[in-house]
Each structure stands twice: as C-alpha cells, then as structure tokens.
C-alpha cells in the first residue's frame, strides 16, 4: 500500500467530548477506490470519526490528512471546496424536509454551480435512475420510507460526482429488501463511479459482503484490521467475537455486579 | 427553486398594506401634515421666564396656528431665554411691533406663544426680533403672591 | 450552604457563556447578510411564512385592544369630562406603547416560537449537519433569510396594529359611544407628534423586531437536539422575548420620552 493510494491518512488522533476519551492515537489509512470499513460495537464514535475527517469536529492531537491536504488547517474558504468533492450519507438521510425530492437532489447543483435548469434537470433524473428513484422526484421527503429516504440522500450525495463517499450506519433499521439495494448501490457506485467509501457500519454481514477492506475499533483504538476473511479468522478473541456476533467473550454477557447467590438472599457482600 | 406566484403576491400584499398603514398613522393620526416642509421665515423673541413651553410648540395668532417654535436658548448675557419660531411664508405681513406671550392651552394644556398684532406698518421679515413680549405664569409665583398678599390684609 | 453561591456562580457563567455564543452568532448572522441580499426568493419565502402567516393574528388583535381602549377610556375620561380627548388617549396608547410592545409579544409567541422550533427540529434531524457536509453554510442559507424577514416585519406588523387599533377605537368611540367624528381625528393631529410619536413607535417596534427574532433564530439553532430540547428551547424564546420587550420598552421609553 504506497503513500498515493491511501485518500485519507488519519495519524495519531486523539478526541475527547467533556472528559470522555473517545480516540486515543488512532491511525487509519483509507485506500483510494476501494470500499472500506469501519465497524465498532455502539458508542465508539464512529460517527464522531466521520465528523473528524469531514472538519466539522477537531481533534485535540493529530492530524488527518485528505487527499494530501490536512482539512484542519485549512482556510474555511478551502474546507468549503474540499467538502464539495466529499459526498457524505447520514443515518437519517438528513433530507430538507420542505422541499421535495427532486429539489433535495438538486440543492448542491443549484448552491454550488451556475448550471441552467435543463442541464440541472438532467442531472438529478439521471443521480435519481441511479438510485432507482426517478420515478419519486415530486414526493416530499416525509412521504418516503426509511430505505428510500436513503436512496435519495445517496443520489444527493454523489450529485457533484464527489471523489469519496462516507455512509453513517446505511444498513441500521433497514428491512431485508431495502437491505440488499443499499448493499448494491454502494458497491456499484463504488466501482462505476471510481469513487472510495468509507461504510462506517456494526452490521458485520452486510458490511463484509462489499468491504475491501476492515478497521475495527474499540476503546478509542484500532483493534485490528485487515480483508474482511482475515479478520473472520483472526486470532484475537475480541474480534472474534465481534465478527461472529457471539454473546459472551472478552466482552462479557453481565453487567459487572455482586455475586448472584449472595445478592439473592440479600447478604451483605 | 421556483416560488409559486401567490407566495410573492401576498408577501407583496403584506408589505404593501404596511406602508399604507404607516402613510395612515402619518397623515390621519398624527400632525405630519402641518409640519410638513411648508416653507418659512425665522424671528426671535426674548423671554424672562418661557415655563414649559417646548421645542415645536404651536405659534399662534389669533387662534389659529401659523408657525411653530424651532429652537429655545439661552443668552448669559442678558439671562432670558431666545425662543426661536419659523412662520409660514405666507403670513408674511405680520407688523413688527407685534407682541408674543406665552400662552396655556386650556387650564392644564401644553405651553404656546400667542402672537398678537401690533399697528405698526413695518414688517416682521426672517431674522426680526420681537421687542414686547410676556413671559409664561409660573403657577407657583402667582400662589405665592396670593398668600403673600392676604397676608398681608391681616 | 456554599452550594448555593456555586450554582449561583456557576449558572451565571453559564448565562454569560450563552450571551458570548448568541452574540457571536449575531455577528455571523450579520456578515452573512449581504449574500442574501442576492438571492431575494429565500427572503420572500420567509417573510411569507413570519410575517403574512402572522398577519390576520395582529389585525384581529389590534382591532380588539383599540376598541376596548376606547370603551375603558371613554368612561374614565368622562369623569373628567375629557371625552373630546378619548382620540388623543387611544392614539397615544396605541402609537407609543401597545402597538411596539403588544405586537412584539404576539410575535415572538407566534412567529418566534414557530423559528425556534423549525430550526430546533432542522438541527435535531441533522439537516443543518447535512449542509455543512455539502458545503453549505448553514447561517447563510437558513438562519440570515429568517432574521432579515423578522426584522424586516415587525414593525410592518406594528404600524398594521397601531393603524387598525385607531379604527377600533373610530367604531366603539365615534360610532358606539357618539363622541363627535371630527373632535376624534382632529384632536389626535394637533396632539400626536409625527417625529417624537410615530418615529419612535417604529423605532421600538424595529428594535423588538431585531431582539426577538435574535433570540427565536438562536435558541433554535443552540438548541439540544431531542424533542425535549426544542421543546424547552421554544418555551425559552417566548419567555426571553418577553423579557427582553418589556425591559427594553422601559428602557426605551425612558430615552425618548423621558423629558415630555
């Protein structure tokens, strides 16, 4: 892996939120035109290392580099235009819910560039038929489903042909059906678009399906990371048990607490 | 991203019947149209005492409105105060020996200078001064007059 | 019992720090202006849905407090017998007072809280996250249309309750109560002085336009975003605003007409 193929190169970085730690040193490398992911059990802060590297939050040490450039230390004007090329899919779709469909889609045309309306026309149906959504370009987003509000917020998201996709927890919630779309969608766009995606995800069997490659973190670190196979048959129990979805391991099944005889007939411990 | 056409309309129509509503408060309700740059000549009048009277009082003659006071000073030379007042270009035949008092509004009103003619065929022109004048009854001198003086018969 | 002085302490620093991040985002607001000065369509949106939407609110109240000023008037002015002077008395009310402060409350009750909510529940549901990541300046596009509209109709909202409030009192005093039609008006012209009545009254009602839309835009856009946090963020903007009404009324009243 040389240096001109990793997009992203996140160096020792270390977050707090008040006076819980959330990253402390972590390293990541996200390779161009590949899918990559991160997975985590609940409350790693995976969505706050998203936020990290789109500049919205700052690190305390460490540096994160994108594209060569270290988006914390530009200039808000240069962080705009960085943004541009960075396309990003929240949990929630994160629609604008008084405008409809098609107009959500075209927002970033019409904020970022002097197109005329016919060729933005163009555009959104055709990031729309991408998604399979053309045929909803009128509804409102509050008429949409969970997987189809997605869908949109995809369409949306690749409407400037970004250089990298970031997905925050894609597949959470979704019903079977909905599921495999995304599943597709993500890697289709992935390879079509040449784009790189970041799928920061606890979904483990879906996430595998389409990921390059894996980081999983724990504890504000990297725990391991490598191809989704060697990590399924890693050696580390930890990530074991995470990957195989198993209740009791090195994270445990109870809730630290007394001895269960004792606490029963209520003796003092 | 096209606003439908009704929106702009009533938004056209809100801002539209707000300024109505202020010409209204102008016009209707308040003394614009008096006060409203109708041109006029400046003269000055020497008070010993101007009460309470204020800064755009009516000037009167008459009865009728024919001016407003501009400005009330005060001269450390001569200790009275140099009332101001701009008259309406076309009371411009107002002899110069007139006399200005300061006058009370029914019993509790506003303070205004009442002109009275004089007979004189000179004119007051922008700049004159008016020689005679009264000054304002301070209601607590006059009490103390009052007092003073049925006091005084006992 | 120094508990007490440290919550004291600490909630005033608190307050402090609340007053430096509104202020600052004041000062965003404010440098954004310009940009929406290009794109007139997002403010005509906005003064669409703050000021025409709050339209027949204060046209219906305005009619009312008029009226009802010249019921009560009438009869305590005509112990006096001042009933000649019930136009001044309404018009005064009105122009001075109850047209700025009463609009201001009905607004930030109505239009206020409808700002904070909508920009709460955008925060809540990541849209503003969402620009930001599209390279969207949020201020810019959502915040600076919504404050410029505010500002730009309260006082349009308060000259519309001034001017109809006199009317009221037209219908009740000259048309219920038989006070003499041309007393009412003219009595009014000779009393109400257009710079030191009118202009204030628009002054004071630019001024609460400007504090209470402030304040509606801010506790959104700070708001914590669950549903109980924009709950308790549009219950603060009513409550702030009126506050910040009534106080600057005083205040106001006391620089302008202090030497009448």
Known sequence: MTDTASLIKIRDVHFSRGSKLIFDGINMDIHRGKVTAIMGPSG??????????????????????????????????????????????????????????????????????????????????????????????????????????????????????????????????????????????????????????????????????????????????????????????????????????MADGPVPFHYEAKDYVEDLLGLQS | MRISR????????????????????????????????????????????????????????????????????????????????????????????????????????????????????????????????????????????????????? | MFDIFQRLGASTLGILERLGRGATFLINILISLPTVLVRPRLLITQMFSIGVLSFSLIVISGLFVGMVLALQGFYTLSDFGAEGMLGVMVAASLVRELGPVVTGLLFAGRAGSALTAEIGLMKATEQLSGMEMMAVDPVARIITPRFLAGLISMPLLATLFTSVGVLGGYFIGVGLLGIDEGGYWSQMQSKIDFHQDIMNGLIKSVVFGWVVTWIAVFEGYDAIPTSEGVSRATTRTVVHSAFAILLLDFILTALMFGDV
């Open chain 1, 44 to 245: 790693t802060g995976k969505t706050t290392l998203l936020k990290l590297i789109g500049g919205q939050l700052v690190p305390s040490a460490g540096s994160i580099e994108v594209d060569g450039q270290n988006i914390h230390q530009l200039k808000h004007k240069q962080l705009y235009q960085l943004r541009k090329r960075m396309g990003m899919l929240f949990q929630s779709g994160a629609l604008l819910t008084d405008i409809t469909v098609f107009d959500n889609v075209a927002f970033p045309l019409r904020e970022h560039t002097n197109l005329s309306e016919s060729m933005i026309r163009h555009l959104v149906l055709m990031k729309l038929q991408a998604v399979g959504l053309r045929g909803a370009r009128d509804l409102m987003p509050a008429e949409l489903s969970g997987g189809m509000a997605r869908r949109v917020a995809l369409a949306r998201a690749i409407a400037l042909d970004p250089m990298m996709i970031m997905y925050d927890e894609p597949f959470t919630g979704q019903d079977p059906i909905s599921l495999g779309v995304l599943v597709q969608l993500i890697k289709q766009l992935n390879d079509a678009l040449g784009l790189s995606s970041i799928v920061v995800s606890h979904d483990v069997k879906e996430t595998c399906l389409i990921a390059d490659y894996v980081y999983l973190v724990s504890g504000g670190k990297v725990v391991e990371h490598g191809s989704p196979e060697q990590l399924t048959n890693s050696d580390s129990q930890w990530s074991q048990q995470f990957m195989k979805g």
């Open chain 2, 6 to 154: 009704s929106i702009e309309i009533w938004v056209g129509f809100f801002v539209a019947i707000g300024f109505v509503a202020m010409f209204f408060l102008s016009m209707q309700v308040s003394n614009l149209s008096s006060i409203s740059g109708e041109p006029g000549y400046d003269i000055t009048a020497s008070f010993e005492n101007v009460g309470s009277l204020k800064v755009r009082a009516p000037v009167a003659m008459a009865g009728v409105d024919i001016g407003r006071v501009t400005a009330i000073d005060f001269d450390p030379k001569s200790f009275e105060a140099v009332v101001t007042m701009s008259i309406e270009s076309k009371y411009s035949e107002l002899p110069s020996d007139s006399n200005a008092s300061i006058l009370t509004a029914g019993l509790l009103g506003e303070q205004y200078v009442g002109l009275e003619p004089g007979g004189e065929e000179e004119l007051l022109e922008d700049g004159s001064e008016i020689e005679m004048t009264q000054s304002a009854l301070v209601l607590e001198k006059i009490i103390g007059q009052f007092l003073f003086s049925s006091d005084a018969e006992e």
